[in-house]
């Protein structure tokens, strides 16, 4: 998964820099675990944490499969907006973007996209973070706008 809006930007700026990947290069992502209280139940995930341009850019792509009950988290500095994409996202993901205290603003679906061109998945709102996980996994969990994230144990 990659915010559609800023591929061309980071492009640019890792081009300048004189960065270059090779095929097969990943990055790494610092672990947490992220626990969603729904009023009824606590959800506790084990997360990947994107935090850097290079590893939003990155997320889920190229992925066969994600645990069941994990997920990744995409953070940012400041409040933001924008879309986010599935293209190279070889597996279907629920998005929840959520607020500076953590309240879920918005959930969407998204599906898998090979090849441009891709569907944008846009909340059409500021959010401060938002959490992917496998799809159906927010239904299966009774989880709805509203509803808390709290991030802990990144490291």
Known sequence: MRL????????AALIAAGVTFAAGDELRFPRG???????????VLRV?????????????????????????VF????ATSGAFW??????????AFYG???GILRIMQMKPCRADPCPVYDPKLSYRGALEVN????????????DRIVLTKVG
């Open 4 to 11: 559609a809006l800023t591929l061309p930007f980071l492009l």
């Open 33 to 43: 675990t992220a626990t969603i209280s729904t009023g009824e139940r606590k959800v």
């Open 48 to 72: 990947e944490v994107a935090r850097t341009d290079a590893q939003r850019q990155q997320g889920l792509m190229n992925r066969r499969s994600l645990g069941r009950n994990a997920g990744m």
């Open 75 to 78: 953070q940012f500095p400041r």
């Open 86 to 95: 599935m293209k190279d996202t070889l597996i279907p993901l629920d998005i």
């Open 100 to 102: 500076p205290r953590g």
């Open 135 to 146: 799809a159906g996994s927010f239904r299966r969990w009774g989880v709805r706008r509203g």
